[in-house]
């Protein structure tokens, strides 16, 4: 037997908040997690939309049903099946979600940032990772990074933005034990970062969320 695979084009959705125009100044991407769906996700940003303040949330390209009675629906980025295709196709996705949404802009004059809560945290890492775009900010909500991420010839790229780790003390999927592990392979590779807890479980909380924007 012998693996082979096709390209094929595929509509890919997001939701946004906020028109991006001449007045718009800053833009956040945020990625949602596993079995979650961006038209709700999105929702827990609305209090960072303004006249100047946009808010896009890309859907993963993967749906499927959740509950025994198939009256749910959750997307998913990414799994261990064909790993490394999904991966490139999630960049490239992205990489056209940025040109499309900013293409009428001066990026010059836009901050730009990027939130990835849970799975999400390590599709938006291998995206800014992977692409030429430059951001600002880069905050993991409930997520921890690639170990493929933390790549000699990704050292340049994670000083050119400010990155953030937001745990909280009860988050039920990351032990005391993930975080110990995750801080040692942090330190070994002399990442720079702020570390945020809070406490709560594995969510986002409004007041966190407003309490991160404020440092940077």
């Not at 000083?159 to 745990?167: A, S």
Request: with cysteine.
């Amino acid at each position: 037997m012998e693996k082979k695979n096709i390209s094929i084009s595929k509509k890919a959705r997001y939701f946004q908040l906020g028109k991006i125009s001449e007045q718009t100044k800053t833009i956040w991407f945020v990625f949602h997690g596993y079995g979650m769906l961006s038209q709700y996700f999105i929702k827990k940003f609305k209090s960072l939309e303004n006249n100047q303040t946009v808010i896009i949330s890309p859907e993963a390209l993967s749906r499927f049903y959740i509950g025994k009675n198939y009256d749910r629906v959750g997307a998913s980025w990414i799994t261990k099946e064909d790993k490394i295709n999904d991966i490139d196709d999630n960049n490239n996705y992205l990489n056209s979600l940025f040109q499309s949404t900013t293409k009428n802009i001066n990026l010059n004059s836009i901050n730009i940032h990027v939130l990835g809560f849970s799975q999400g945290g390590a599709t938006a890492c291998r995206w800014i990772l992977n692409s030429s775009i430059k951001i600002n900010s880069f905050a993991l909500w409930g997520a921890d990074i690639p170990t493929d991420c933390l790549s000699e010839n990704n050292r340049g790229k994670w000083n050119q933005f400010k990155t953030t780790l937001i745990v909280g003390k009860r988050d039920e999927f990351i032990s005391d034990e993930n975080k110990k592990e995750f801080t040692k392979l942090l330190n070994a590779y002399n990442l720079d970062y702020e570390l945020i807890e809070y406490n709560g479980t594995h969510k986002i909380i409004e007041e966190v969320l407003i309490d991160y924007i404020q440092t940077l």
